[in-house]
């Protein structure tokens, strides 16, 4: 038996809409007693409502959070000190962001953002304003004008955040230093008695780095950046040409 874990963005999904060649080939994936996990930026809420038929379990919150069912493998929540830290740095910058909870987010920042990020999300997911001390926040998404202001935050949040932009739309995830999809990859692993080299990573952007890195074996899509190529074990075709199918089947789990 092996795991699987797939980032949604750009691997497994275009919006929602999932190829059909990729819910085929993971059926069957999962057919062969092989476990399917997606690994996400998003939060539970999201991920669960739209991709839950085709995993066994979910990490959320770009590595944060972990489950299978009712049984959680790792939960890694943001301090009340470095969400301070980070409202300010973004403040700063005049950034709309949304700290995001395992079943809702909490907007915060520049009001000119807020119908962005609203479009984003389930209608009522999204609640006002960012209290570090009281929220379990395990990530968050910045909202902004274009690539330069990005830029700009960006290097306000510094080395501490890892930004990964969502293609052109004017929003990025931010995965925090010191928990990523890496470290969550390895935490299933051990916590459902798998060795690491009986897992797959599938990614395409700058945040699936990490775990394309810890998995066993790392696929980059076709249409994956560069620096995600490099690091992957195997490139497969772009995710609107099989790519998901072609995989599975050239390590022979389908």
């Not at 890496?182 to 599938?202: K, S």
């Not at 560069?226 to 772009?238: G, L, M, S, Y």
Request: charged share 20%.
């Amino acid at each position: 038996m092996s795991i699987a874990f797939f980032d949604i963005d750009g691997t497994l999904a275009i919006g929602h809409d999932v190829p059909k060649s990729a819910e085929e080939a993971i059926a069957r994936m999962r057919a062969n007693a092989h476990r399917v996990f997606i690994c996400t930026g998003r939060p539970r809420a999201y991920a669960e409502k739209h991709f839950g038929t085709y995993a066994d379990g979910f990490v959320c919150n770009n590595g944060r959070l972990a489950f299978m069912g009712d049984q959680k493998l790792h939960d890694r929540a943001l301090t009340a000190k470095q969400i301070s830290t980070f409202v300010q740095a973004l403040d700063a910058e005049g950034s709309g962001y949304a700290f995001l909870e395992e079943w809702c987010g909490y907007y915060g920042g520049n009001e000119a953002y807020r119908a962005i990020a609203e479009s984003v999300w389930d209608p009522g997911m999204l609640k006002d304003g960012v209290d570090p001390q009281t929220i379990h926040a395990f990530n968050f998404d910045i909202y902004f004008k274009d690539a330069a202001h990005r830029e700009r935050i960006a290097a306000a949040l510094g080395n501490a955040c890892l930004v990964n932009p969502h293609g052109p739309h004017p929003s990025a995830d931010v995965t925090v230093v010191g928990c990523d999809k890496g470290d969550a990859v390895r935490g299933v692993a051990e916590a459902l008695g798998m060795a690491i080299e009986d897992t797959f990573a599938f990614g395409d952007g700058i945040n699936d780095l990490s775990m394309i890195r810890a998995a066993g074996h790392g696929v980059a899509m076709g249409n994956a950046v560069d620096e995600v190529k490099v690091a992957a074990e195997f490139v497969t075709t772009d995710i609107d040409k099989d790519g998901i199918k072609n995989a599975l089947s050239h390590y022979g789990l389908i």
